[in-house]
């Protein structure tokens, strides 16, 4: 018998959706996965993606055991989608529903380390022209590349640490360049996909301790464009008094 769950990201970029048994005795626990590789559109995409895979391994929404879903960092409005469908999930049931909030950039980090058996393997995502988030064997963090001290880090890092870049972020690739260090440029399908398989991972090990009551916080490692825009200009009108 199995013990399905539903894993959801949409902090990378649309939705990345899957569900895995629990009871697998394989390596690769996922039963279905899908992808809408695009921002647009993915609020409805995941209530239709979800009765998609349920469709698929042909059981019902109340069979779902548990939730795993993506708490960042990444798309700040994307993580706020993903974890509000998550608790609206929750509080449809009266029981409640066991979850976990894991980092999506970080699994598809671990995946991909290990595809190219890269321990030290880095994954960029891009928030602005300037700002994004990295992902390292030590967690995520938020990158500035205007910063002198994080440019050194990038510069100094070992040769066998190679850099992924998620989309286009002009910026890095000519930081990485002057530095001297090498990059490939990941696609949409290829990420979401190690962040859902990396998540299933993380979620098999972490089955059923690892699932809480409570609702996951999310990561947010840098403000919403509008908090910063309103921070700016409080700084700007203190500096005309």
């Given at each position: 018998m199995i013990v ?19 009871q697998s005795k ?18 409805p995409a995941i ?195």
């Amino acid at each position: 018998m199995i013990v399905p769950i539903l894993i959801i990201d949409t902090s990378i970029i649309g939705v990345s959706m899957a569900i895995a048994d629990m009871q697998s005795k394989d390596r690769n626990s996922i039963l279905w996965q899908n992808i809408h590789p695009e921002n647009m559109g993915s609020v409805p995409a995941i209530g239709r993606m979800l009765q998609e895979g349920l469709a698929h391994c042909q059981i019902d929404v109340s069979a779902l055991a548990g939730i795993c879903v993506s708490s960042g960092p990444g798309s700040f409005t994307g993580i706020k989608v993903g974890l509000a469908y998550a608790f609206g999930m929750k509080l449809a049931r009266p029981s409640g529903m066991p979850m976990l909030g894991i980092s999506g950039l970080e699994c598809a980090r671990a995946v991909l380390a290990k595809e190219k058996s890269l321990p030290r393997l880095k994954v960029f995502l891009p928030a602005t022209k300037t700002h994004g988030f990295m992902a390292t064997e030590k967690g995520s963090f938020l990158l500035d590349t205007g910063n002198i001290d994080q440019q050194n880090d990038l510069g100094t890092a070992s040769n066998d640490s190679l850099n992924l870049i998620f989309s286009a972020w002009p910026l890095l690739v000519d930081l990485l360049t002057v530095k001297g260090k090498s990059y490939e440029i990941i696609d949409e399908i290829r990420m979401c996909n190690a962040a859902v398989y990396g998540m299933a991972e993380v979620a098999k090990r972490n089955w059923p301790n690892g699932f809480g009551v409570e609702n996951p916080a999310p990561k947010y490692l840098r403000l919403s464009t509008a908090e910063e825009k309103l921070i700016a200009d409080q700084t700007a009108a203190q500096g005309r008094l």
